[in-house]
Structure formats: structure tokens, C-alpha cells
């Protein structure tokens, strides 16, 4: 049957529409979503704020899916640097503001993609899907609850696409790793997971103002300080639980199918105490209905275990690390080589061939060749960020479901929002339940 | 001033219809077993097929712990143990193994052999210290080495040694046969494309999208490719001498033993089999590093749909034979 693109379109909709409450097929309708946009060119884009986490989206833009026309953001020195990011991906070039709001009400855009201070997404997001933009928002979703659920109802109201930016979602690797080892029942009954973000280092930028008369006042930061390491300022993030354990509680989310009902947290700054206002180190439990249980820990004092989430089932146990690779073992192997991990890694095609056939290559040798190198790593993590951005401009063309629309990222949110009031308080709170359910 | 969508739809190009981002990136779904790295290849658009990957990937550690030699339980322990005292009756898995080791030995008019381990010991590469051992002591492991000393019984079942100290080790088809079963196991689970291999060495395509598995086929003394194709529904194998080698007076000895003469295999330093299954191109690539030209020419003459690649000593790397499973785009010459 030939089918217009129109109709390919509504076809396309319909489909994921229907099978957009069934949480098991998100992953096919990324599959079947991110094929570019249908018709009429790439997405015209803008850009509200170019920092480092702005400009790793920018560089995973690709030109066939949106045209980036502008960018805005406070700090001309961001701009410049996103320039080059732009040239880099064979994009043209875009106009640049210092005001958001300028750069909405004059260019023609379709969609925005934030990656602002975690304070102005609440802002930002309503007033973009007040003028009738779709938007990708970087996570967490927003710094308040209350900000979530304006986001999440204007959305709604406006029709508009609204996405927030859990990359894992678009990771092949987690992807794989839900629909062929966690749907399939390979773990058996999971009661517990692991959530583990370590770090050796103290958090903190360093870097020289734009200009020696820079004065960010006029945006909230008082001085170049506090706009250089917003992170660390209460009153424009929530710390580590928001750029670390949101990511983590995404996931567990996504694999246990449900939300974490309570946490109970505690922590503190215990290492650099140099008039931050964020705890460097945290340690939180998040309980899911049917006595599972999620434990978060992060520390800035030592990176030995670095960043992975574990799902230890009744037959099985999952280690997804680095956001690049994923490691099934059996639970309960009756010889030491049933015992024996099964690994199953991501590797970008473009990266060489199938295989590289030679003589027998001993276990580790074998590994390593096919691990990859660390910028291979790299690649894997890009390539999320890159169908991401993709499979935003897709959903602009279709208005199609998204994986991580704000019915699923305001869980996470919500949840590490009362993981802060938790630690601070060095408690048990309940969390509200049903956050994402309701509708 | 913002534009309808109506607007947006009519003007301006259609980009290229790109595939979806998953079907960008392999999945590796690996384990170890045999010593080296099992692996299924998976396209990402595949990926809802890692458990069976998982799944299949456990036939490596069964059949590791039926043919392993370096396991006193094993099947083929107890033959080296047992066989030469009197018949031993086996499972008919390795009983059809070994009857296809000797079929493919008298097909290699003896080049392929899984007695060669007293060899393999003399020259000191079993122990993994090379040596150019006496010619007494060559002589005498000859004496021990052969599949004529085999009896297979069919019917029985069973499996004798006719003289003491026969050794049997199947090292050199054994890997290509657990692919094969792995390839297999996906293929009853509903696998259509994946393609299995082991230790870099040996390898089947269960499909292939868009014409096949692109494989390139290198060696450690070589610092390019040898050959680079696509490996489509078949299968491949690939011997070398270069990781195990001797020096001696200049001239380089692998750790092939050709057990015809009980010397190292000379000549070829990297041979490349694509026969319908991981078992054959496995086995017969090392047959092919020992034979070299003339055997690879006399064996593809008399065996349509294999393809044979060499790459000799001077670093020309030729090819013998064709395959339907394999297209070569380009070869190193």
C-alpha cells in the first residue's frame, strides 16, 4: 500500500499513540521514531544556554534533523566556544543573544533546546511553550516540585512536545539491556539495585569572566562566582541528588516499572568545606512498591567505583557502567564457569568492521580489542545525546510520544527533589506517590 | 514570527531518510570460555535478542567442559586417558566431531590432524617455551601422532587408540564446532542476522544485513589488513603462525606442526577458510597453513563453495576457490 508522508505521519502517530501506555514498547518507538524528520527539513532550533552540558548536545545536533538558527546565553565566552562546536558539525552559523526572551520573540523557531542553571528550567520551559515552542529540557526537570508540575501542565495545555533530557534513555546499551535481559525475566525477581556515582574531585570551576567588567547580577548571580559554579549554590541547584542520582533514579524507575514511594537520606559537606552550600557526600535509599529498594551513593572523595547501576535479581544480576557497557551474572551457577560474567558491549559501526578475523587471540587480548578505546566510549555515550536530540526533532515533525516526556522524567525529579529535604534532615520521608500516574 | 506547521511541511528539502540511531551501533554480547572470547554480534535494531544471545553463549562453557584437555573430567580427557586400553563409548555430539576430524584429515590428505599434541610438546609449545627439539625425539612423537591410529566405531559408538600415547586435542576445530552450536541455538530461538565467533579465529553469520558481515582479516606480523569482505550466511576461519613462533638461523618457525613431516609449518603465515560451517573453515584453515598453495589449490578444485585466502611468507596474500557466503572487496597484495 502506498501511503503519503501525511499519512505515513498519522500512521506512524496513531501507532505509538496506542502503544505509548505500554512502557514495554517505549523502546520500539524510539526504534521506529528517530528515522528523521518526515518532511520539511531539518527543525529550526535555538539553543538557551551553551556551557559544557549545552554544547555536548550541540555537538550531537545533526544537521539533517535540525537547523540550530540561534543561541542564547549570558556568558559571551559560552557563545564563542559553541561556535566552534557548531562549524565542527557542518552547521551553519547561528545568531547569538545574551536574552532569551529576545531570541524567542524574534526568530522563527520550532523547537529550544535548554541547558541552563537547573533554577531557570521552570522559567524558561513555560514561557518557550507559551509561544508555542516544543522544547527539549536538560535534567533534572526542574528545582521544585511545583516547577515540575507547571511544566508538566503547560505541556499538556499547549499541546506542545516537552522532553527532558535523560540520555539514557536514547543508550542502545540500556535499551538492550531492558528489553533483552530485564523484560525477559533473565534477573529473576530484583528486590534490590545499586545506584553508585563516585568522584575524587571537588566540583569546583575555575575560570577568568567573559570580560574584567563582567557584572551577572542582572540575571541572580551575584558575582562571576556563583554564575562559574551555580552547582554548588542552593539557590540555583540541588546538588549532586539533581546532577548525579536523577539520571540513576531514571533508570531504576524505568527498569522496576514503578516509583519510589520514600527515601531515606543522610550526608553532609564533609570534605570541602569551602562555603559551598551543596553536601559532597550522600547517601540515600529510595523504596519501591514490593519491597524494592534502590541505594544511591555518591561521594567526592574517592573515584574507585566511578558510575554504574546494578540490578541484583533472585537469577541474575545486571551491571550497566559508564553509561557504555553491561554485564549479565548468573545468580547461583552450579560450576565457577557458569559463574563467569556474560558482557554485552555498544559499539558505534562507523568504529570498523564486523569483525577483525586473525589467528586465535587469547580471553584478554580479545577483550580489550573489542572493549574498544576510551574514545570509543566516547562515541557510545555521543551517540545517545545525538538520537536524543534526533528523536527530539522527530517527535517536533510527528508529534509523536517521546521516551522521556514529563509523565516519566518528573518521577525521577520528584524523587530526588524530596531526597534532598531527606538528607538534609537525615530522615525517612514519604514520596508522593503516583507523580507520574496522574493525568 | 513563528510559522504554522502546514508552512513548515511544503517548504524546504526533505533530509535524508536516515536509519533509526539503534541500527548505528553493534552489540557485543561476549563470554569467555575455551581460553579466549565467545562473542554474538548483534545489530542494535536486534537488540530485543540479547537474552537469546546470553542464552546461546552457554553452549561455549558446555561443550569447554565435554572437549577441554586441561580439565581431567572432560570427554576427551578420559579418551586420552582410557581410549588406549580399549574402546571408549562417547556422546554422540563428539563422536560425530571426531568423525568429521577425520573425514576433513583424509580430505587434507593428513595437514588437518587432532594428534598432533606430542608434536606440539617436542618443539616445547604446549609448554609455551619453542625449541628445535632432536630428531630422535621428533621421531618418536610421529610415532604417536596420526588419526590412523584411531578406530572410530560408528555403530558402537566408540572410540579407540591402537597404539599408547595417542593424544587428542581439539583445539583446532573445536571452537568452530561450539559456534556453530551457539549459531545454532540462535537460529531455533528466531535469530535471523547475528554473526558468532570466537577468539577472533573463527566465525558464522546467521544472515547478514546489507550484504553481509564486513570482516577484515589481519595478522600480528602483518601491519594492514590481509583481506577485507563480507561474510554472508557462512562461515570463516583464520590459522596463523605469528603469535607462538622460534627463531632459529634466521628462519621463523609457528606453532603449527605439520604432522606429516613433524616440523612447524612453513611457508604461509596466515591462511583463511569460508566453508558453510565454523567447524570446517576452522579446521581447514589450519590444514591450509600447513598444505599452503598446493593443497588450498587441490582442495578448492575438488570442494566447490570454499573459499581459501593465503598470505605467504613474502607478505602476498592470494586467494583460492569462491564462496556464495563471501564477497572479498579487497585483497592485500
Not at chain 1, 540561534?70 to 558539525?89: C, F, R, S, T, Y
Not at chain 1, 553536601?279 to 529498594?293: C, K, L, N, Q, V
Not at chain 1, 555518591?298 to 545486571?318: I, P
Not at chain 1, 584478554?364 to 528523536?391: F, H, I, M, Q
Amino acid at each position: 500500500m502506498h501511503l503519503t508522508p501525511e499519512e505515513q505521519a498519522t500512521g506512524r502517530r496513531n501507532f505509538l499513540r496506542a502503544v505509548a501506555g505500554v512502557p514495554v514498547l517505549a523502546g520500539l518507538g524510539a526504534a521506529s521514531l528517530a528515522r528523521g524528520p518526515i518532511a520539511g527539513g531539518p527543525v529550526r532550533i535555538g539553543y538557551i544556554g551553551v556551557g559544557g552540558e549545552g554544547r555536548v548536545l550541540l555537538g550531537g545536533t545533526d544537521p539533517a534533523y535540525a537547523h540550530v538558527v540561534a543561541m542564547a546565553d549570558i556568558n559571551p565566552a559560552q557563545l564563542a566556544l559553541a561556535d566552534a562546536v557548531l562549524e565542527k558539525g557542518g552547521h551553519g552559523k547561528a545568531t547569538h543573544y545574551a536574552e532569551w526572551r529576545e531570541m524567542i520573540q524574534k526568530e522563527a523557531l520550532e523547537g529550544i533546546v535548554i541547558a541552563t542553571p537547573l533554577w531557570m528550567h521552570t522559567e524558561i520551559t513555560i514561557a518557550c511553550l507559551e509561544a508555542g515552542l516544543h522544547v527539549l529540557c536538560e535534567k533534572m526537570m526542574a528545582w521544585d516540585i511545583e516547577g515540575c508540575e507547571r511544566m508538566r501542565a503547560t505541556a499538556r495545555r499547549t499541546g506542545k512536545v516537552l522532553e527532558i533530557g535523560y540520555q539514557r534513555n536514547y543508550n542502545t546499551v540500556y535499551q538492550a539491556a531492558h528489553e533483552g535481559i530485564v523484560k525477559a525475566g533473565v534477573l529473576g525477581d530484583v528486590f534490590m539495585a545499586r545506584l553508585a556515582w563516585h568522584r575524587n574531585g571537588n566540583w569546583r570551576r575555575t575560570g577568568d569572566p567573559p570580560a574584567a567588567n563582567y557584572d551577572p547580577s542582572k540575571w541572580g548571580y551575584p558575582t562571576w562566582e556563583h554564575l562559574l559554579n551555580w552547582r554548588l549554590y542552593k539557590k540555583y541547584s540541588r546538588g549532586l541528588l539533581a546532577e548525579l542520582a536523577s539520571h540513576q533514579v531514571n533508570v531504576s524507575n524505568w527498569f522496576f516499572q514503578a516509583e519510589p514511594e520514600a527515601v531515606i537520606g543522610t550526608g553532609g559537606i564533609y570534605r570541602f568545606k569551602d562555603g559551598r552550600e551543596v553536601d559532597d557526600h550522600i547517601y540515600a535509599t529510595f523504596e519501591y512498591p514490593g519491597g524494592r529498594s534502590a541505594v544511591f551513593s555518591t561521594v567526592e572523595s574517592n573515584a574507585f567505583e566511578r558510575n554504574y547501576e546494578v540490578f541484583y535479581g533472585t537469577r541474575g544480576t545486571l551491571l550497566l557502567q559508564g553509561e557504555s557497557e553491561a554485564y549479565l551474572f548468573e545468580e547461583g551457577a552450579a560450576t565457577p564457569a557458569a559463574a563467569r560474567p556474560t558482557g554485552v558491549e555498544v559499539q558505534p559501526k562507523a568504529g570498523g568492521p564486523a569483525l577483525s578475523a586473525s589467528e586465535s587471540r587469547a580471553a584478554d587480548a580479545a577483550g580489550r580489542a573489542a572493549t574498544g578505546s576510551a574514545a570509543g566510549v566516547n562515541l557510545d555515550r555521543l551517540a545517545a545525546y545525538r538520537a536524543e536530540v534526533s528523536g527530539f526533532c522527530s517527535a517536533v515533525r510527528t508529534g509523536a510520544p517521546l521516551l522521556c516526556g514529563p509523565d516519566r522524567a518528573i518521577g525521577s525529579a520528584i524523587a530526588c527533589i524530596t531526597a534532598v529535604d531527606a538528607v538534609a534532615g537525615k530522615t525517612r520521608l514519604p514520596i508522593r506517590v503516583g507523580a507520574a500516574a496522574q493525568s | 514570527m513563528l510559522v504554522d506547521r502546514r508552512t513548515l511541511l511544503t517548504r524546504g528539502p526533505t533530509p535524508p531518510r536516515t536509519s533509526s540511531p539503534a541500527a548505528d551501533v553493534w552489540l557485543r554480547v561476549h563470554r569467555a570460555a575455551m581460553a579466549c572470547r565467545f562473542e554474538v554480534l548483534l545489530s542494535g535494531e536486534d537488540r530485543r535478542h540479547t537474552a537469546a544471545a546470553h542464552d546461546a553463549l552457554r553452549e561455549a562453557d558446555r561443550l569447554d567442559a565435554a572437549w577441554s584437555i586441561y580439565r581431567d573430567d572432560s570427554a576427551v580427557s578420559i579418551l586420552n586417558r582410557d581410549a588406549a586400553d580399549a574402546p571408549v563409548r562417547v556422546e554422540a555430539e563428539l563422536f560425530a566431531l571426531l568423525a568429521r576430524a577425520a573425514d576433513l584429515w583424509r580430505r587434507t590428505d593428513g595437514a588437518f590432524d587432532v594428534t598432533t599434541t606430542p608434536l606440539s610438546r617436542c618443539w616445547g609449545f604446549v609448554a609455551r617455551e619453542g625449541r628445535v627439539p632432536a630428531d630422535t625425539e621428533i621421531e618418536a612423537a610421529r610415532a604417536v601422532a596420526g588419526l590412523h591410529h584411531l578406530t572410530l566405531d560408528a555403530a558402537a559408538r566408540t572410540v579407540h587408540f591402537r597404539v599408547r600415547g595417542v593424544e587428542l586435542n581439539l583445539g583446532a576445530i573445536g571452537k568452530g564446532a561450539a559456534v556453530d552450536a551457539i549459531a545454532a541455538r540462535l537460529a531455533r530461538r528466531g535469530v535471523r542476522h547475528a554473526l558468532v565467533s570466537a577468539a577472533g579465529s573463527s566465525a558464522r553469520a546467521i544472515g547478514g544485513r546489507d550484504g553481509g558481515f564486513a570482516v577484515d582479516v589481519t595478522s600480528p606480523l602483518v601491519d594492514r589488513p590481509l583481506a577485507r569482505l563480507r561474510l554472508r550466511g557462512g562461515a570463516l576461519g583464520t590459522s596463523g603462525i605469528g603469535v607462538q613462533s622460534i627463531v632459529r638461523d634466521g628462519r621463523r618457525f609457528g606453532h603449527v606442526i605439520d604432522p606429516r613431516t613433524g616440523w612447524p609449518a612453513t611457508g604461509v603465515v596466515s591462511a583463511t577458510v569460508i566453508a558453510a560451517d565454523a567447524a570446517t573453515a576452522d579446521a581447514l584453515s589450519t590444514a591450509m597453513l600447513i598444505g599452503g598453495p598446493a593443497l588450498a589449490e587441490r582442495y578448492c578444485a575438488a570442494h566447490p563453495d570454499t573459499l581459501v585466502i593465503l598470505t605467504t611468507e613474502d607478505r602476498r596474500t592470494v586467494r583460492f576457490g569462491a564462496s556464495r557466503a563471501a564477497l572479498v572487496e579487497a585483497l592485500c597484495t
